[in-house]
């Protein structure tokens, strides 16, 4: 079992930065891969970034590509998503997720592990 706990959320400007963490607890993170999916009010949840098990492969939506930067640190079971010129649009709940395999997947069904969210606010 994997247990997901997001942090790194908040109110920021347009134009500005912001870096998510997900810590993991469990044994098997490290040989997941691991997604970033959002979900802002009235929408579905929505891909957002996605990394491989080893962290080689990563993969992004066009919307946030050029601007968002996944990555993981399989020592500190953490997964971050660095977030930079940041728009109105990005304004949204954020969640972790982690696959049930190693590599990238950009589908929710791809994975059975979820954070409960954390809400980013980018004010224009």
């Known amino acids: 079992q994997v247990q997901l706990v997001e942090s790194g959320g908040g109110l920021v400007q347009a134009g500005g930065s912001l870096r998510l963490s997900c810590a993991a607890s469990?044994?098997?993170?490290?040989?997941?891969?691991m997604g970033w999916f959002r979900q802002a009010p009235g929408k579905e949840r929505e891909f957002v970034a996605t990394?491989?098990?080893?962290?080689?492969?990563?993969a992004y939506a066009d919307s946030v590509k050029g601007r968002f930067a996944i990555s993981r640190d399989n020592a500190k079971n953490t997964v971050y998503l660095q977030m930079n010129s940041l728009k109105p649009e990005d304004t949204a709940v954020y969640y972790c997720?982690?696959?049930?395999?190693?590599?990238?997947?950009?589908?929710?069904?791809?994975?059975?592990?979820w954070g409960r969210g954390t809400q980013v606010t980018v004010s224009s």
């Open positions: 469990g044994r098997t993170f490290s040989s997941r891969g």
């Open positions: 990394i491989s098990w080893t962290g080689g492969s990563t």
């Open positions: 997720a982690a696959a049930t395999s190693g590599g990238t997947y950009a589908y929710t069904g791809s994975y059975d592990y």
